[in-house]
């Protein structure tokens, strides 16, 4: 060990070691410091170089027969590590291209490739007849012609910019950049706006040579690059199958007609690469763009519509697809009826070496050494379930079917979840409910980084104080003893266990210092760009099978499971806070945009010879009355503070065998905490998502809405709906807060 590592690691180790473990008894918590140890020397690097080079070696997407084999791999694997495992399957539409054709037919003729292209330097590129078409999954079918409209990033303020600038979308067929917000969002949006197809593309500004060199010479997207991915409008309706909303996808289930797939897309969606969206660019004139929405095409980037008019015409086989989810066990012992859940996708687009399979080698060594210390006589606390699932790809298919059909038995035995989608190089990121806030800090202080010698958890706090914008941020980093986890949104398979169960979860990874945003659901996600660009001595593999496996270990051993609430009752006064910012902030906007209408600033400010409009006139939003959140928000941080009291003084007594019974009834009680913060309606209009701390938003997709009823009420002007929202929220924190307080009662009567 360095001399930095030393002086890092040392001080906090040491006053680490010398109190318990949180949830642990004195006992308890020295013989977990050995098991930890004893697992986090078993994970090899070479282990997960190999793991990859077996599941990307072809292209795996659902339904394909490489898929299926690395499903069977995968269950060889478990059972050979003492496991209990099985495949269990599910069937789900899948629809993939029958017809693609993207043509300009004005002012120039011109039909696009649609086509990656295949590299002599990347072995595996050259797979053509294995590899799924570049297409958006669940676009619908459609066969149209329109003048082109270039919309930035296809989202509802760049629609408000183009309707003050007289651009005229109805009718049209828009091209829109990759980024800023979930892909389906974007044909979402323009179906709103009465666009008739939508193209998407990555722009080199994002992801290609305006950030590093191009692959193969370097990380980034090349010209002929596209992005595949799914488009369904999971925010507004719900992920997994859209044939089997809300239940599983089980044979002989019921399946609804087609035509009444609320996720389906409302206009044809396609993705083209930067080089085909060049060539479509160049022949718009209207309006220039405005500046910020300007890539680094060699062309001047005009609005349009036209003279580009384009032909774009997409049939797809609507097919039922079978899913292969592995799901293995280790029986626990005497809490065996509470589940500790970890999962990583197998599925991927193409080859998929960074997204998914740089997380899935990470599941799997964590697999194989929990297996051997079980074959060594180690038997868990509770029992843990590590799932590799299928189907995420097309949106959360395989995690979301198996969620829905055992919710039942999940409500009643899990714990949590913790997920991973991938890995790479830097820093460690955390996301997630916050009641694991401080669990995963305290498991990122005791994992060193393999480059920079420190503990990841503190080389995390140096990057949050490096990339903070005020002396405020960086004061608040420095005092508090447990770094944020970043609210849950959506994007990987912890969805359906958080936002559908209340089941606790976490998002891992590590990142920061490599991308694989350039080769991002290409062709090019293979072992090649990995093994040159990723994580390339797998190092970073081996740091992470090592937090979560640890983390899964502290889950599964602890007396008292091991849910803090301080941090929730924190991130709950922010949340509230948060909002009244937020209604203020839009009053104010609103009210010095109707003064500037009254005194002419947008006339006259708007160039005779490029006119722009003014923007739409608003109301000004009224107040709306917090005192129900603020006054839940207090009355839980109290009592965050007696429960934390209570488990401190009852902790020497946690392993007594006459508190057995009273310490299960707390563990049974601590499994309805997160529980405690959904509601069985849903949210307005999208009753799939129970959550009311946490949802993706209905217009940024993968983006965490926090407390979301009341958010989006605001951001869209429902301001009743807002208010009642606020009365619902309240009351789930009072909910909380009388969990709790039941909870530090039965933690009084441990105490003598």
Same mark, same amino acid.
């Given at each position: ?11 906090? @180790? ?45 292209? %795996? ?25 099985? @495949? ?16 300009? =037919? ?26 799924? +078409? ?41 091209? #829109? ?59 507004? =309706? ?18 609804? /007609? ?28 209207? +309006? ?95 029992? @843990? ?21 055992? #919710? ?7 714990? #949590? ?32 980084? +393999? ?36 609210? /849950? ?23 920061? $210092? ?32 090592? =937090? ?13 499971? /091991? ?13 509230? $806070? ?24 947008? $006339? &006259? ?9 003014? +923007?739409? &006139? ?27 009291? &209570?488990? #401190? ?11 057995? &019974? ?28 129970? %959550? ?61």
């Amino acid at each position: 060990m360095g001399l930095l590592a030393a002086f890092v690691l040392t001080p906090r @180790i040491m006053a680490a070691d010398s109190e318990p473990l949180y949830g642990f008894s004195p006992g308890g918590s020295e013989a977990q410091r050995k098991l930890e140890a004893s697992f986090r020397a078993l994970p090899e690097p070479d282990h997960l170089r190999q793991y990859m080079q077996r599941l990307s070696a072809r292209p %795996h997407h659902v339904g394909s027969a490489y898929d299926k084999e690395n499903a069977e791999w995968i269950l060889a694997q478990m059972k050979a590590w003492g496991w209990q495992a099985s @495949i269990e399957s599910f069937e789900v539409l899948f629809p993939t291209p029958k017809t693609r054709v993207l043509e300009m =037919t004005e002012p120039v003729r011109f039909t696009a490739l649609l086509q990656e292209a295949v590299l002599p330097a990347d072995p595996t590129s050259g797979q053509v007849s294995e590899q799924l +078409p570049t297409y958006n999954a669940y676009s619908t079918d459609g066969d149209v012609t329109a003048p082109l409209v270039y919309v930035n990033y296809g989202l509802p303020d760049d629609y408000k910019e183009l309707d003050r600038l007289g651009v005229w979308v109805k009718g049209a067929i828009v091209l #829109a950049k990759y980024g800023k917000s979930w892909r389906g969002i974007k044909p979402k949006v323009g179906a709103e706006h009465g666009v008739i197809g939508c193209i998407l593309y990555s722009d080199p500004k994002d992801d290609g040579y305006s950030t590093d060199d191009v692959f193969p010479d370097g990380p980034m997207r090349n010209t002929n690059g596209v992005q595949r991915g799914s488009v369904m409008d999971f925010p507004s =309706t719900s992920p997994g199958d859209p044939l089997t909303p809300g239940y599983g996808a089980v044979a002989g289930a019921k399946r609804i /007609p087609l035509k009444e797939a609320a996720g389906i897309t409302k206009i044809p969606v396609l993705p083209i690469s930067s080089g085909e969206a060049q060539i479509l660019l160049a022949q718009l004139k209207g +309006p220039v763009a405005p500046e910020a929405w300007r890539g680094t095409l060699p062309i001047t980037y005009h609005l349009g519509p036209g003279p580009a008019k384009v032909h774009l015409k997409l049939e797809f086989n609507w097919d039922l697809k079978p899913l292969y989810n592995v799901i293995a066990r280790i029986p626990g012992g005497s809490a065996g009826n509470q589940w500790v859940i970890r999962g990583n996708h197998h599925d991927g687009w193409v080859n998929g070496a960074a997204d998914p399979i740089s997380g899935q080698v990470c599941l799997l060594e964590e697999a194989r050494a929990l297996g051997h210390l079980a074959q060594q006589g180690w038997k868990p606390r509770r029992t @843990i379930i590590y799932c590799a699932w299928d189907g995420e790809e097309p949106c959360l298919l395989g995690s979301t079917e198996w969620v829905e059909t055992h #919710a039942e038995e999940l409500r009643q035995h899990a714990v #949590a979840y913790v997920n991973t989608d991938g890995n790479g190089r830097g820093y460690l990121g955390m996301s997630g409910s916050h009641i694991l806030e401080h669990l995963v800090n305290a498991v990122g202080h005791d994992i060193e980084d +393999p480059e920079v010698k420190m503990s990841v958890w503190k080389r995390c706090q140096a990057s949050k104080i490096a990339g903070a914008t005020n002396a405020a941020e960086r004061r608040d980093i420095r005092a508090h003893p447990d770094l944020p986890l970043s609210a /849950p949104g959506s994007g990987s398979d912890y969805t359906s266990f958080v936002d559908f169960l209340g089941v606790p979860s976490l998002d891992l990874g590590f990142g920061g $210092e490599s991308s694989d945003a350039g080769v991002y659901h290409s062709i090019y996600d293979d072992f090649f760009w990995y093994s040159h660009f990723g994580d390339t001595s797998f190092v970073y593999g081996r740091a992470l099978a090592q =937090t979560v496996g640890t983390t899964v270990l502290r889950l599964a051993e602890a007396e008292v499971v /091991p849910f803090e609430f301080n941090d929730l009752a924190d991130v709950v006064h922010q949340y509230a $806070e948060d909002l009244q910012g937020l209604l203020k902030h839009k009053q104010e906007e609103i009210e010095e945009r109707n003064r500037q209408f009254e005194e002419g600033v947008f $006339e &006259a400010t708007s160039d005779p010879q490029h006119p722009k409009g003014p +923007p739409e &006139a608003e109301a000004t939003p009224p107040e709306l009355n917090f005192a129900p959140l603020q006054n839940a928000a207090k009355a839980l941080a109290a009592s965050a503070k007696g429960y934390q009291k &209570a488990l #401190a003084k009852a902790q020497p007594r946690l392993s007594d065998p006459t508190q057995t &019974a009273a310490v299960e009834e707390l563990n049974q009680m601590l499994l309805q905490a997160e529980r405690s913060l959904t509601d069985p309606s849903g949210l307005p209009r999208r009753p799939w998502f129970k %959550h009311l701390l946490y949802a993706p938003g209905v217009y940024s997709g993968y983006g965490a809405k926090t407390m979301p009823g009341v958010r989006e009420g605001i951001e869209f002007g429902r301001y009743d709906e807002a208010e009642k929202e606020i009365v619902r929220v309240a009351k789930a924190l009072d909910g909380e807060t009388a969990l709790l307080n039941s909870a530090a009662k039965i933690l009084d009567g441990l105490n003598p």
